[in-house]
């Protein structure tokens, strides 16, 4: 059954202490375990919300950030931010890329929060994050007057597809690191990941009451409305509103919450034809790029 709903959280941002002592990656550990029951198992949850290092993304030997060997994108052949940007969201969420499709999708229910835990998803993830990409210090718990409107789509589980990713590994258009590894046994994927297909923050403010973050904001996104910001970073968004004291945040790259990744069983093999099962669990530990709390939600089904 498909949950196509999209649910709308309101976050006011009048930061209660309280919200602030919730951890982001085991209050999605918790909520997805919530929504997905026994589809959900040994997933890493991240810490802060990425949109890179999702399924696909390959190591060496270890899943840790000095073995890594390509990310999403640049392992299934796009190395080009701009060719992600024109992909339709769709085709971003299922990593189609010339007319091959490099993961499978089953829709999930949409998360339900608390206002405590709304409001710990805008103070701890979501404006800390896009505040960084845009290089602007600011200390949202000392300001007044700001609200945040979460709007976000339902989850997904995004499991690779392996005749398609063997494929890929065995042409000439491979990522050369990562076809060194799968050729010696010493391939780490993340094989599975649990996603939010979108989310768009807007942000409401007394720009009287909270003249410095507005000017800053206003200084920050000066000439960058309609612009994806952020190519680089572990999160990049598109500016679609930016007036005095209202703005608004799309980030229109699936969302990771979490990753399931495992270690190849034989040289020059992605495993026995029927999936995944003979691949090991490998421990991403937090180390990894993806900073995670791990905690174990039983066996994917």
């Not at 499991?159 to 690191?177: F, G, Q, T, V, Y």
């Not at 920050?220 to 910001?229: A, E, P």
């Amino acid at each position: 059954m498909h949950f196509k709903k999209v649910v709308t959280l309101v976050v006011g941002i009048t930061m209660a202490q309280r919200a602030l002592a919730i951890d982001y990656g085991q209050l999605m550990a918790k909520k997805v375990k919530e929504a997905l029951g026994n589809r959900s198992n040994g997933y890493t949850f991240a810490t802060y919300p990425i949109d890179n290092f999702g399924v696909a993304t390959a190591y060496e030997g270890k899943a840790d950030p000095s073995t890594e060997l390509c990310a999403t994108w640049d392992c299934i052949g796009v190395s080009d931010d701009v060719q992600v940007e024109k992909m339709s969201a769709k085709e971003q969420l299922k990593l189609k890329v010339s007319k091959v499709q490099y993961a499978n999708t089953a829709d999930g229910p949409s998360l339900k929060l608390s206002d405590d835990e709304k409001n710990s998803m805008g103070l701890k993830a979501l404006l800390p994050q896009l505040f960084q990409v845009l290089s602007l210090s600011f200390n949202l718990s000392n300001s007044k007057n700001i609200t945040t409107t979460l709007t976000m789509g339902p989850i997904t589980i995004r499991i690779l597809r392996r005749k398609e990713m063997l494929d890929h590994l065995k042409s000439k258009d491979a990522h050369p690191l990562e076809k060194a590894a799968f050729e010696k046994r010493r391939l780490v994927l993340v094989y599975s990941d649990i996603v939010v297909s979108s989310m768009t923050v807007d942000l409401k403010l007394d720009a009287i009451a909270n003249a410095d973050l507005n000017a800053k904001l206003e200084g920050s996104l000066h000439g960058k409305l309609g612009q994806v910001i952020g190519k680089d970073s572990t999160l990049s968004f598109k500016v679609d509103r930016a007036n005095k004291g209202d703005y608004s945040f799309e980030i229109n790259k699936p969302v990771i919450l979490a990753v399931y990744t495992k270690r190849q069983p034989a040289r020059g093999e992605l495993g026995s034809a029927t999936g995944w099962s003979r691949w090991s669990k490998v421990d991403l530990g937090k180390g990894n790029k993806v900073l995670a709390e791990s905690v174990d939600l039983g066996d994917l089904q």
